[in-house]
């Protein structure tokens, strides 16, 4: 494995949104980068920004919607010989409406990003950093994970295994000098909402705060850098989670179900 002269981050979901925003953060910060998404034309506009402040950039183009999608992006990663001390799990797949009405291959991707692709590049590059005693992991859950979801069911129960997920083996790496973050954004004003059919939702309409992609981003890396395991954006969305814990279920569901409906 090469030694890089600057610390190297692999950020999926780098195309756009939280992901691209994540990436501009560890950029600044003196990383360099390995960008990875679908879409290959926004992640070389971004690489050309960051030159600016001196990131050099691989682009990686990977769907991770597709089985063994994972495991061949982390063996591209070390046929270049590359060492990733910052892995970013910022992919991710949403769909609203009633779960018997969903695409049924629209549920599959969500879950081959949301949560298998998530897993599995997390096992693969773990091992190495452990071994070298150092290393961050930041996976991107929501707070949609804090509770049942109706009308996007799976989504919110893919955020609630990557929130699970993140806060078990933070604790299980918790003396090995590698540390892993869980950032759980609300209501954020990125493509996700269009993509997922969200946008008329009572969650995108304004009638609570949607933070931007960069506010959220900005937050998240402050919370990675301090090694804290968890990190709710905004006051709103802190009372949100709060209030769902003491609330029965029958009105959380409730409220839930009113927040994320579009109305069809």
């Excluded at 989504?155 to 699970?164: G, R, T, V």
Aim: glycine share 10%; with cysteine.
């Amino acid at each position: 494995m090469k030694s890089n002269a600057r610390p190297l981050a692999l950020v999926t979901g780098a195309s756009s949104g939280i992901g691209a925003n994540l990436a501009r953060e560890l950029a600044k910060d003196g990383h360099d980068l390995i960008l990875c998404a679908r879409r290959v034309e926004p992640m070389q506009a971004l690489a050309e920004e960051l030159k600016a402040v001196g990131c050099n950039s691989t682009i990686l183009a990977a769907d991770l919607s597709q089985n063994g999608a994972a495991a061949a992006l982390a063996g591209d990663i070390e046929t270049r010989g590359l060492t990733v001390d910052v892995l970013i799990n910022a992919a991710g797949l949403g769909a609203n409406g009633r779960f018997d009405a969903q695409d049924s291959r629209r549920i599959s991707e969500m879950l081959q990003v949301n949560v298998v692709a998530l897993t599995e590049l997390t096992r693969m590059l773990l091992p190495g950093m452990v071994s070298r005693g150092k290393g961050r992991v930041m996976l991107v859950a929501s707070t949609a994970g804090f509770q049942p979801g109706p009308q996007m069911a799976v989504y919110c129960a893919s955020k609630a295994y990557a929130l699970h997920f993140g806060e078990a083996i933070a604790y299980e790496l918790r003396n090995s000098g590698v540390t892993v973050t869980t950032l759980c954004p609300g209501a954020t004003d990125t493509e996700f909402a269009r993509v997922a059919d969200a946008g008329k939702s009572a969650l995108f309409k304004g009638l609570l705060p949607v933070m931007t992609a960069t506010e959220v981003a900005q937050l998240g890396y402050q919370g990675l850098k301090a090694r804290r395991r968890v990190v709710i954006t905004g006051l709103v969305n802190k009372i949100m989670v709060t209030s769902s814990w003491l609330s029965p279920a029958s009105v959380s569901l409730r409220i839930a179900n009113w927040m994320m409906s579009t109305g069809k």
